[in-house]
């Protein structure tokens, strides 16, 4: 379903009863977010919010994608596997074999309807230009740019469609990086070396020539999806977008940078320049999708030389953090679209995935997968690490088809019943997400796959393991005083993982710790055991394992123990250990700096407690930043 524009997509959203309109004054300086975050926490993801009353021209809308209805809504499915089911329909009937003309005839409809789904300039202006305004007027802190985290460098746009071209072959790309605002006419652009608009910004530098850009804020909501989306660089985003809308994409050209097009709908066009001869600004921190800050770097100023809007523009903003936010609702739309595409070209044997909230995205991801012979798990690992953006995952784990993954309890009791620590858990090392803070190197650490696939016969190990089973009582941990608290809940359940929460205190103290416990009998039923930091609580395994995912760089944080077994004559014991806890110059020769954890301040909270009754937002909701305050290190953005 295409919407005409952003308003009709909120229409929509209010018939539902999926939005609130809030008409009450709250300021899009840190109070904004911290509403979102408690409306987004709540069961379901909440409601999409109009913040109508910001002290600007604009309304303000937030978590417009933030549920699986929403997410349905904006891109006009019932279910988000109906996008795939679709993409596979097609690939199966356009790759079929044409045996006769009237086979060949019956695709050309299908062909036709693809023509009409790409995206097309016109001439003439476009609703996004209803009014323009340039030089001096062009000011970008005249429109409701929020501040999310207290210890955020700034104002961010933090829902840009940002658009750009290759000044080699004219290809477009569309994609979405945050924008620090540092005055009226001067943004970050905050371009991963990873990503398509950074490898145009060298080609541009190349050429020694102004790069064009262009970004949109509103319109269709497919817009802001399809610039997430991971599709191949030679993909235009916008035919994703005509694809998903059963509609072409109406695009007019930029009035002050007429090589960039636009989408016509759209309720804001933020037009300018990238200098590549200029000096870089630093920009950051910010409060990212990883629940932790991301540190200042250096990046491209954006020079803003027009900003064009509709004459009812809203604005459209998120916020990122602690999960769940709006995002992981977005990610889990790309997770079900691009199940097929991957089961397509690359990864045929795959059954499903599903990507935890717990793992922000790329560092959790679970495959299922059709097995049919040996090391076939180890063949999918390295077709995904290999596969787009899917480059980035750092914890994989891959398990066949006896067991639904989306059951957590079921598919690890099957995958560790499956896992032998010594030799199904494989290490590689590769290019990582420039936001994971547990790398070494920026951008380049270690990845893990746990292969809990049932296994054939040449992939049986001649060591007889250890029967797993639940061990004896865990109360000996009781004696090591750096062991502020264990979860060992999930042992007599089948699943053979303890969660330790240690206070590091001196250098190897990890491994040190793990043989110890290890060299216990009453371990011999633990497969594994992750090491979280002392302030976090194992007993909350979605916190415990979000902090975790985070803080771990596999490669680096293992220690797997092997010995014969004291209770098992004959056979051997293996348990692997991995490291959960921040990393430091003092104790682990870290050289990086370390990030906080986001959490809003004291006067934020305050402020909103105050005004709740205010907002029509139902029962009273408490800061979620309230259950974090004791885990972090200081106040700062950068942990002391």
Not at 284 to 302: A, E, I, K, M, Q
Request: aromatic share 10%; with cysteine.
């Amino acid at each position: 379903m295409a919407y005409k524009n952003q308003k009709e997509f909120i229409d929509a959203l209010e018939r539902a009863g999926e939005l609130v309109r809030i008409k009450s004054f709250v300021d899009p300086k840190l109070e904004i977010a911290e509403i979102t975050d408690r409306v987004s926490k709540m069961p379901g993801g909440g409601k999409a919010l109009l913040f109508e009353n910001t002290g600007y021209n604009f309304p303000v809308l937030m978590n417009a994608y933030g549920s699986d209805k929403r997410v349905c809504m904006a891109l006009g499915v019932n279910h988000l596997d109906d996008v795939a089911h679709e993409i596979e329909g097609l690939f199966h009937m356009l790759s079929a074999p044409k045996e006769s003309i009237l086979d060949k005839l019956k695709v050309l409809p299908e062909l036709g309807k693809f023509a009409s789904w790409m995206p097309k300039v016109r001439s003439g202006r476009g609703d996004c230009q209803q009014v323009v305004l340039q030089g001096e007027a062009a000011n970008i802190t005249k429109l409701p740019v929020i501040t999310c985290w207290p210890k955020d460098g700034g104002p961010f746009v933090t829902l840009p469609v940002i658009h750009t071209k290759d000044p080699n072959n004219g290809a477009r790309n569309v994609g979405m990086y945050r924008m620090q605002v540092f005055g009226p006419h001067l943004t970050g652009m905050h371009w991963h070396k990873h990503k398509v608009s950074a490898k145009h910004f060298s080609e541009y530098k190349k050429l020694g020539k102004k790069m064009p850009v262009a970004v949109a804020l509103g319109g269709d909501p497919a817009y802001a999806y399809s610039a997430t989306a991971p599709l191949p660089e030679n993909v235009d985003e916008y035919m994703l977008a005509g694809f998903l809308r059963k509609k072409k994409v109406e695009l007019v050209k930029c009035i002050t940078q007429p090589d960039i097009e636009v989408p016509a709908d759209a309720d804001f066009i933020i037009e300018g320049y990238v200098d590549p001869e200029e000096e870089l600004i630093w920009e950051g921190p910010f409060g990212d999708h990883t629940g932790y800050y991301s540190l200042p770097d250096w990046y491209p100023r954006f020079h803003i030389t027009a900003i064009t809007h509709r004459k009812d523009a809203v604005y459209p903003a998120t916020i990122v953090g602690i999960p769940p936010q709006e995002d992981a609702w977005l990610i889990k739309a790309s997770e079900r679209i691009f199940l097929a595409p991957m089961k397509m070209t690359m990864v045929p044997e795959i059954v499903d995935m599903d990507m935890p909230v717990e793992g922000v995205a790329h560092n959790l991801v679970i495959a299922q997968i059709d097995k049919s012979y040996a090391g076939q798990g180890q063949k999918v690992m390295n077709a995904m690490w290999g596969a787009g953006q899917m480059m980035f995952n750092k914890m994989l784990v891959i398990a066949d088809k006896g067991v639904k993954i989306q059951d957590y309890e079921g598919l690890a009791k099957y995958v560790f019943r499956n896992l032998n620590p010594a030799t199904d858990i494989a290490f590689a090392q590769g290019p990582m997400d420039v936001l994971d803070h547990s790398c070494s190197k920026l951008g380049f650490g270690g990845k893990m796959c746990l292969d809990g696939t049932r296994k054939f016969e040449e992939e049986s190990s001649d060591d007889q393991m250890v029967t797993s089973g639940s061990p004896a009582s865990m109360d000996f941990l009781s004696q090591y005083p750096e062991i502020h608290s264990y979860n060992a809940s999930l042992l007599p359940n089948e699943i053979p993982v303890l969660i330790v929460a240690m206070e590091k205190n001196r250098v190897g103290h990890f491994r040190q710790l793990h043989d110890q416990i290890c060299s216990h009998s009453e371990a011999e039923g633990i497969k594994l055991i992750l090491y979280v930091e002392h302030t976090v609580d194992p007993q909350d395994l979605g916190v415990a394992l979000w902090r975790f995912c985070n803080n771990n760089d596999p490669r680096r944080d293992y220690h797997l123990v092997q010995r014969p077994s004291h209770t098992q004559a004959g056979k051997t014991f293996a348990c692997m250990g991995l490291d959960g806890t921040r990393k430091t110059k003092e104790f682990d020769n870290f050289q990086r700096d370390w990030p906080n954890i986001i959490v809003a301040d004291e006067a934020t909270i305050a402020s909103v407690d105050a005004k709740w009754d205010k907002l029509e937002l139902g029962a009273f909701q408490p800061s979620p930043s309230l259950k974090f305050k004791h885990q972090m290190y200081g106040e700062e953005a950068v942990v002391g």
